[in-house]
């Protein structure tokens, strides 16, 4: 098991990208702090990990409020011993997406909180654990938004943006401690978010939808979230131990085009 006697924090494990991370570190051998807004999503997933012999809690929790982030922090803490590895997965992006004069201050800044605040205010509280305990693994999940932007995106762009190289001058900063920070940016997922969007439409609008993305991805189809989560274990595992400051575009090529 790649995650033998580790101890995972995940945020946004309720559905999607953070569920299948969970799933599949669970899987792996580690113990899963389910962390998400929702519960129902969050239940299922401890659920799902204990009905195949694995070991995880649910933490209800909004990223961008810094009391519930420590109170994560520590209930991870008190529960299993420690944490060996922080999974930002938590975000959020404005729906409909609007151009930048539209786009309302409170939209923006709840976007940037979740997104951009929110792995600080985790990366914040688990550090001194880390750095107590010799050393630790960080992942946030950006966007390969962050690296080139569509239109109507600019508070989700601007906090993956931000989020890359956040990763990057916190893998500098905190190397000497043995911590490994690294970035994960998928392309085009088939999350909830993109499933929100596609209900939305019409069946006609949804089909034309579809096709136009899997055209966009040079490897021919959509990501899912199983594809990220793979990424997510080997950053996690002991298998990247010389691996820090990295951002990984899992997009199946979309950022070449």
């Not at 990208?17 to 389910?34: H, I, N, Y």
């Not at 690296?147 to 989700?156: G, I, L």
Request: hydrophobic share 40%; net charge negative; aromatic share 6%.
């Amino acid at each position: 098991m790649r995650l033998k006697n580790k101890v995972a924090v995940i945020t946004g494990a309720g559905s999607g990208q953070g569920q299948a991370a969970s799933l599949l570190f669970a899987k792996e051998g580690a113990k899963v702090v389910v962390a998400d807004i929702t519960m129902d999503g969050g239940n299922e997933t401890v659920e799902n990990i204990v009905a195949n012999g694995g070991e995880a809690i649910f933490v209800k929790i909004d990223v961008s409020d810094e009391e519930q982030v420590k109170n994560m922090i520590e209930t991870a803490i008190k529960t299993f011993g420690k944490i060996d590895i922080l999974y930002n997965n938590a975000g959020i992006t404005m729906n409909p997406e609007r151009p930048v004069d539209e786009v309302t201050r409170e939209a923006w800044d709840k976007v940037i909180a979740v997104n951009l605040t929110g792995p600080f205010l985790t990366c914040k509280w688990a550090l001194p654990h880390f750095k107590q305990q010799g050393g630790g693994v960080i992942i946030n999940t950006a966007s390969t938004a962050g690296q080139m932007p569509r239109p109507n995106t600019c508070a989700y762009a601007a906090s993956k943006g931000g989020l890359i190289i956040f990763t990057k001058q916190l893998a500098n900063e905190v190397a000497q401690y043995n911590i490994r920070v690294n970035c994960i940016c998928p392309g085009p997922v088939y999350s909830t978010m993109m499933k929100a969007r596609l209900l939305e439409m019409g069946e006609d609008q949804r089909d034309k939808m579809m096709k136009m993305i899997e055209s966009s991805v040079p490897l021919g189809h959509m990501i899912m979230p199983e594809d990220v989560a793979e990424c997510a274990l080997f950053l996690a595992s002991d298998e990247s131990k010389m691996i820090t400051g990295i951002v990984v575009n899992v997009d199946g090529g979309y950022i070449l085009r």
